[in-house]
C-alpha cells in the first residue's frame, strides 16, 4: 500500500545523499576560508627564514595606493569575474605587493587620462607609454622606470610612474559601449 507521500516522491540517482553531503561540506569550507582575514606578514625572522604568501579578490583605492576616479565602478568581463586582487608573497629577503583593479566609468579616455596625470604626479614624472618618446628598455634595478615593451590598446593611454622595483601603472581602454574601462595596479618589491 502506497502512502501520499510515496506518489510525490522524486525519484533520485545512485549516490545522491553523498554528493550532496560533499557538496556541503566543500561550500562551508569555502565560505568559511573567505570570512577569514588575510593574516598580516609575519616580521622579518632574525634567525631563521620565514615565507608566506596573502590573497584577496577585492582591491580599493587604498590598496592601490593610487586615487580611484570619480564615478567609477567596479569592472567584470563576465559575472563570475573579480574586479580587483590583492597579493602579498614573501620569502627570506624577497617580498612582492601587488595591488591591481579594474573599473569603468562613463567619461572618455582623454577625460580619464588627464585626471591620472594630475594624480600620479604627486608619486612622481609618469611616464605616457603611448608616446614615440617614452622610455623603452628594460629597467635597470637603481635606474629610472621604463615603458619596457608596454603600450597602450588602440585608443587607450598606459601611464607609469615610480621606481623599477616599486611603481603604479595605469591603463585605460575604450570599450565598444562608449564607456572607458580603468585598469590601475601598485607593485612594490623588496
Not at 595591488?99 to 608619486?123: H, N, T
Not at 616599486?166 to 559601449?177: C, E, W, Y
Amino acid at each position: 500500500m502506497s502512502t501520499s507521500s510515496d506518489l510525490h516522491a522524486v525519484p533520485r540517482p545512485a549516490g545522491w545523499h553523498r554528493r550532496s553531503v560533499l557538496l556541503l561540506a566543500a561550500v562551508t569550507l569555502a565560505l568559511g576560508a573567505c570570512a577569514q582575514p588575510a593574516p598580516p606578514p609575519p616580521p622579518p625572522a632574525s634567525d631563521g627564514f620565514s615565507a608566506g604568501i596573502t590573497f584577496d579578490a577585492k582591491a580599493d583605492g587604498v590598496d592601490l595606493e593610487t586615487p580611484l576616479y570619480p564615478g567609477a565602478v567596479p569592472y567584470k568581463d563576465r559575472d563570475e569575474d573579480k574586479s580587483g586582487v590583492r597579493m602579498s608573497l614573501w620569502g627570506g629577503l624577497f617580498g612582492l605587493r601587488l595591488a591591481a583593479g579594474k573599473f569603468q566609468s562613463q567619461d572618455d579616455v582623454d577625460r580619464i587620462g588627464r585626471f591620472y596625470r594630475r594624480a600620479l604626479a604627486r608619486y612622481g614624472t609618469p611616464l605616457d607609454c603611448g608616446a614615440a618618446d617614452a622610455p623603452r628598455g628594460k629597467p635597470r634595478d637603481s635606474g629610472p622606470l621604463t615603458c619596457d615593451d608596454d603600450k597602450p590598446d588602440a585608443g587607450g593611454r598606459l601611464y607609469k610612474v615610480g621606481l623599477p622595483k616599486d611603481f603604479r601603472v595605469v591603463a585605460l581602454k575604450p570599450l565598444p559601449d562608449g564607456t572607458t574601462q580603468i585598469s590601475v595596479a601598485r607593485v612594490s618589491l623588496r
